[in-house]
């Protein structure tokens, strides 16, 4: 049994004008071909006027995954990295990354989405799109605020 944190990005994709966009990221114990417990899931949101690059999904999942066990991996999709090699991408986090590959990473990942998903929709259904608080964080403008949700 090992430690992961499966991370999800729901919204990047224009709507009204802007991105809203919610990074899920959940710590799980995993066994190869099944989650053994989920620990803690954190949800953060993010706006931007322009369309996310790179640098700047790894700067939500930086920002979501603060808090979780330090030692765990970050699991993804490669889509969510811009199919992007793995090598390359991996150099870019300050902890460990991988790609999903086992049944319990994909399933993880699975729930993560679900989580992101649904939290997203939430958020939207409260009027939280188009409203900057401080419980976003705005990506390729200069702002250090943001709460998790």
Known sequence: MFDIIA?????RHVENGGYFMVCAAVLFSVSPDHIDKTHQANIRCFTSSTAPE???VVKMVEQTVEGLN????IVMEAGDMFNRSQW???SMFSRGFKY???LSERRAVEVAHHI???????????????????AEDTLNEKSDSGTKV
Do not use: F, Y
Request: glycine residues 8%; charged residues 20%.
């Open 100 to 102: 999903q590959e086992s």
């Open 54 to 56: 790179l640098i700047d």
């Open 70 to 73: 330090p030692q765990a991996m």
């Open 88 to 90: 390359l991408v991996t």
């Open 7 to 11: 991370v999800d990005i729901s919204g």
């Open 116 to 134: 992101s998903v649904s939290a997203r929709r939430l958020l939207k259904m409260k009027g939280a799109i188009g409203l900057q608080s401080d």
